[in-house]
Nanobody, 126 residues
């Protein structure tokens, strides 16, 4: 089970931190990803963390602005700084639980993830 929280309304240039509490993965997880979906657009990956070594990956449009992390209770965070209007959307966390993907590759597609949270709305607007 994945439960997101932390969304809200923020002005351009502002910051927001999303949380994703993960539990109940009987066989563990290999990757946890953050996705977002803007109105009228397809869901896209934003960031991902690898279980084995904690390596994080980001799409180009958020590099340097977003940081994904994890604590020792399997809660995952997405720190978002210098937010832009294009960052508006529903943010989801998702778990990739089956199979391995060797670095430097990482799962970027919706179909590669098995479990999803309910999403949290992020709106960047003045």
């Amino acid at each position: 089970q994945l439960v997101e929280s932390g969304g809200g309304l923020v002005q351009p240039g502002g910051s927001l931190t999303l949380s994703c509490a993960a539990s109940g993965f009987q066989w563990g997880w290999n990757f946890i990803g953050w996705f977002r979906q803007a109105p009228g657009k397809e869901r896209e990956v934003v960031a991902c963390i690898r279980r084995t070594d904690g390596t994080t990956n980001y799409i180009d449009s958020v590099k340097g602005r977003f940081t994904m992390s994890r604590d020792n209770t399997d809660t995952f965070y997405l720190q978002m700084n210098n937010l832009k209007s294009d960052d508006t959307g529903v943010y989801y966390c998702a778990a990739h639980t089956v199979g391995t993907i060797d670095p430097p590759n990482w799962p970027k597609e919706v179909w590669q993830y098995d479990d999803w949270g309910q999403g949290t709305q992020v709106t960047v607007s003045s």
